[in-house]
């Protein structure tokens, strides 16, 4: 009994034969870039998000300005892509590691700083509400 291909259309053919598809990847890296600065502009326009992980949210541009370059130094260089050349893709992949720091201690910082005002707040509070409940001092003579 030969074995029979499961065919799913549309979802078979969702790539038509002639798109070239290592000329896609390059297409989608690049149009990535107009929503992802949006992203940033309404993450810095918000003005809620931690000063060190808005900077790691930026930061991730230096890791696409390295990986732009050391991708064409290793085509040019070495004939591959940069994901074949170790030294190069593993410095180009620390950027990213850094800018994943960032946010990260970014977030446990304002975690933190939201805990320790709404520590304060409560404490506030609690102090108000003593001072409305304890009994006023007469003042006879």
Known sequence: MPLQVAQVFPFDQAWAPDVNTASLAPQLFAMSL????????YLT???????LTLFGFY???????ATI?????AKTAYGTSLANVDWLHGAAESLLTVTNLFV???LRQGIREAEAA?????AAEEAKAEAAAA????KRA
């Open 34 to 41: 107009f929503p992802y600065l949006c992203f940033l502009f």
């Open 45 to 51: 326009k918000s003005g809620k998000t931690p000063k």
């Open 59 to 65: 930061f991730l541009l230096a890791f696409v300005g």
């Open 69 to 73: 370059p050391a991708g064409i130094y």
């Open 104 to 106: 990260v201690l970014g």
């Open 118 to 122: 709404k520590k304060a707040d409560a």
């Open 135 to 138: 009994p006023e001092p007469s």
